[in-house]
């Protein structure tokens, strides 16, 4: 193409043409095949092209693509809040429907801090939420963010709301061992809560397991635990950003059951539309709908296109897809021979610190030094060659370092298709094998 007037991420840089997609792989105009292990940005749950979901897609449309929600509801929506009710564990049994991941965790922070309104409390207004943690791109949502780098240009703008230390065990905050560490990162919540005031404190929002912020880090066994422990005894709710790990990326529906947790209210995004729509929602326990049913009876949030029949049709279809499917009872053992792969090529490439994440969520963090844990300097761009690198190798993977974990330091998330066969996994281990080698041989990594 010789002109564009399309504002595209970088402006500088030349973006391939997609074509079509089929599965797992993706080709671009000039016919080169990508393997898209990273699902897009870990949205592409079920792969491209999936017929029933573009059948859905056409039998929606053949009826009606919108309606406004004031106004109506709709066959899709309702259908759709009934199958995600259905499917979530406890009394999560309400959906709010909104378009994007930003979108849903705003709107759970707002409906969080309606919650205590509506019981009369109206201090209860701040969330506080994790270093090294991504909630969305808006500027609520970005108050609840603590990702410094998409923080910098708006701080002015953002709600100061207070941070404490993920469970990052490669570089514990606390120096510690992961076994023998008392879990100092889950108890200091308490001790923000108590330095804040519980009273002026809505709710804590984190994603189970950290996605672009981090790259899949996953916590220790008794963190959410305790996490939940603490929120409860302080009267703050728990809002689980599963926009990424939704709809069994981590091998169950949400992640949050892998620890047993019920939070207050869920974000999700992504993978409730698989990119073949635009969808998200933030789905709210039974407990956390009372006061609003028996107080105000509204949630003051919404937008012109929550609810979409359209974007419902895909919805549901797509969780059709992966019930029908049993998609997600296999990501499990899917994930841990994709892990078992990627941790043997640590003993190839040193540069490989840490090989960690849960299911089809995983992560590598790349150090200098395995020995000492010494990152590369910012400046190398070692995140951007690696994302660069392997898709000369007709391979997408997906950021989450470069100045997220910490100031320094480079990671990525292989998070591909929940629906990739092992014989697709080995081809995503062999050119991500090559795409390493071919970068140490050049020296530039
Ligand atoms: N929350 C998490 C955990 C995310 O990973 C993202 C996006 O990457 C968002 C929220 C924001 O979602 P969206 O980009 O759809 O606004």
Request: with cysteine; aromatic share 8%; glycine share 8%.
């Amino acid at each position: 193409m010789d002109r564009s007037n399309l504002i595209k991420p970088m402006l500088d840089a030349q973006y391939p043409v997609i074509d079509y997609g089929r599965g797992v792989y993706l080709y671009d105009t000039d016919g080169k095949e990508y393997l898209d292990a990273s699902s897009g940005a870990i949205t592409a749950n079920i792969g491209h092209g999936v017929e029933e979901i573009i059948e859905a897609m056409h039998e929606q449309a053949k009826k009606v693509s919108f309606v406004y929600r004031s106004q109506f509801t709709s066959g899709a929506a309702e259908k759709l809040a009934l199958k995600i009710a259905e499917a979530a564990s406890g009394d999560l049994n309400w959906s709010f429907f909104v378009n994007s991941g930003s979108e849903a965790t705003e709107t759970a922070m707002k409906i969080a801090i309606q919650y205590w309104q509506e019981k009369g409390i109206l201090t209860k207004t701040k969330v506080l939420s994790r270093w090294m943690s991504y909630h969305g791109i808006t500027l609520g949502a970005l108050s609840m963010s603590g990702h410094t780098g998409r923080r910098a240009r708006f701080i002015p703008l953002l709600e100061d709301f207070p941070v404490v230390h993920p469970p990052y065990c490669y570089r514990c905050p606390y120096n510690l061992e992961p076994t023998d560490c008392g879990y100092l990162c889950a108890h200091e919540l308490e001790t923000v809560i108590k330095r804040i005031g519980a009273d002026n404190i809505a709710a804590f929002i984190a994603e189970p397991v950290i996605g672009a912020a981090g790259g899949a880090i996953t916590p220790p066994k008794d963190y959410y635990r305790i996490i939940k422990e603490i929120c409860d005894r302080n009267d703050i709710l728990f809002i689980a950003d599963e926009v990424m790990t939704g709809f069994g990326r981590t091998g169950t529906m949400l992640a949050c059951e892998q620890w047993n947790v019920k939070p207050d209210i869920v974000a999700l995004g992504k993978g409730m539309g698989a990119g073949y729509a635009p969808i998200a929602a933030a789905l709210v326990s039974d407990e956390i709908m009372e006061p609003i049913f028996s107080g105000s009876k509204s949630i003051m949030s919404g937008h012109t296109l929550s609810a979409n029949p359209q974007s419902c049709a895909v919805s549901l279809a797509v969780l059709e897809y992966i019930e029908k499917n049993n998609i997600i009872p296999e990501v499990d053992s899917k994930g841990v021979y994709l892990k078992n792969k990627l941790i043997k090529l640590q003993s190839k490439f040193t540069f490989i610190g840490d090989v960690r994440g849960k299911g089809l969520m995983l992560g590598l963090e790349f150090v200098k030094d395995h020995l000492t844990k010494q990152p590369f300097s910012s400046r190398f761009g070692l995140t951007q060659r690696l994302i660069q690198g392997a898709q000369e190798q007709g391979l997408l993977i997906y950021p989450a370092g470069a100045g997220t974990v910490g100031t320094d330091g480079d990671a990525v998330l292989i998070a591909p298709p929940l629906t990739i066969t092992k014989r697709e996994i080995d081809d995503l281990v062999k050119r991500f094998e090559k795409t390493l080698q071919i970068l140490a041989q050049k020296h530039l990594i």
